[in-house]
């Protein structure tokens, strides 16, 4: 018969084998849990580049980390084979921070393979799209670094075919973020026949690489979940952020209204656009299709948009008369820089590509006899130069003046 120490002791042996199995059964989500803690208190890297991401609820690897496999020197020949259509470079979310003392000098290191004017193609297949990055821009240089630290390894990651064309308003007059986004179609596309084009804020980053950058059988809205509305959608026919056309949506569609000055409606009016024209939008889902954004201020001459509701109701009277049909431009200079094309272009007011001369100076009276004539001040106008992209480094530059209809 037992003794009360030995029923003791075989209890005891049974509790112990059950932790040690609960323990080994656990190790898993153990390891997770620890991981997890350590990459909460893991300092960035010297540059800041890396670190744990605090907002997004995901936590992404780091951009950069496996394109050291990429070939260093271009496969040529007429015999190279299609890229697979899943790239084996994609890893998902992505780790996004915004560190001081980014340089696009730190950029260009980290992107040895993008070539003049902010183009790139694999090294070693042939690429199954072809896709342009349009950017409206203006005032907005400290944000463009941002963007393009990780705009330029997330499209590599897709093994893409890509440019980044970079669409400057010159002057102060009020800024018009479609107009240019209508520039920047015909200005791609006379450089190469791009089979899609990536209408783009300078303020979000995509914090997934699995939001392929490619264009589906109907125009595409990509940024679905923003950060700024809490990484959902705000309603069902927001297209704004981010989102694709091919060129045959953007004909379809008579491409983007160009009477939207200042902030505000000019997404809706799009996207009231591809309904009009017998298509719909296609989205990733919530999960893939995430971008944060950089915080700022309203822009010094981007004011809202204070009769846009007025115009987006008339969207269904205006769309075939006022778009790609009616937009006219002048290009001042193009420049091919290290990380991205800058076309630089004045797109005039509401008056017109070129306003209007100011009326004539009335005739002063008739001096009165005895009486000493008093001269009117003069007013000078001062315009400040807005800041150019181009600026930010020096390349090479193509300067024209054209007229477009």
Known sequence: MLSIHSKWRYIFMFLGIQLVVMALLS??????????????????????????????????GDVYANLSHLSKA???G?????????SPFIR????????????LAQIQRKNPLVVRGGRYRPPDCEARHRTAIIIPHRHREHHLKFLLYYLHPFLQRQQLNYGIYIIHQAGNYTFNRAKLMNVGFREAMKEEDWDCLFYHDVDLIPEDDRNLYACDSNPKHSAIAMDKFGYKLPYKMYFGGVSALTPLHYLKMNGFPNNYWG?????????IRVSLAGMYITRPSLKVGRYKMIKHKLDQGNDINPKRFNMLAKTRQTWKLDGMNTAEYETISKHYLPLYTN??????????LHAPPPPPTPHPPTQAAGKPAVKAPVEVPVK??????????????????LRHH
């Not at 902030?263 to 996207?271: A, F, K, L, N, V």
């Not at 076309?343 to 017109?352: L, P």
Request: proline share 7%; with cysteine; aromatic share 8%.
């Open 263 to 271: 902030w505000g409606g000019e997404d809706d009016d799009i996207g």
């Open 27 to 60: 190790l898993e989500g153990y390891q997770k849990r620890v991981s997890y803690f350590i990459r909460i208190f893991r300092k960035t890297d010297a540059n800041g580049l890396s670190g744990p991401n605090h907002t997004s609820g995901i936590t992404g």
């Open 343 to 352: 076309i630089t272009v004045n797109i005039g007011t509401e008056a017109g």
């Open 92 to 103: 998902g979310p992505i780790h996004v921070s915004f560190p001081s003392g980014l340089t």
């Open 384 to 401: 400040s130069p807005a800041k150019n992209p181009a600026t930010l480094k020096e390349g090479h530059s193509e300067k024209k003046t």
């Open 78 to 86: 007429d015999d190279m084979p299609y890229c697979p259509k899943m």
């Open 74 to 76: 271009h496969i040529h």
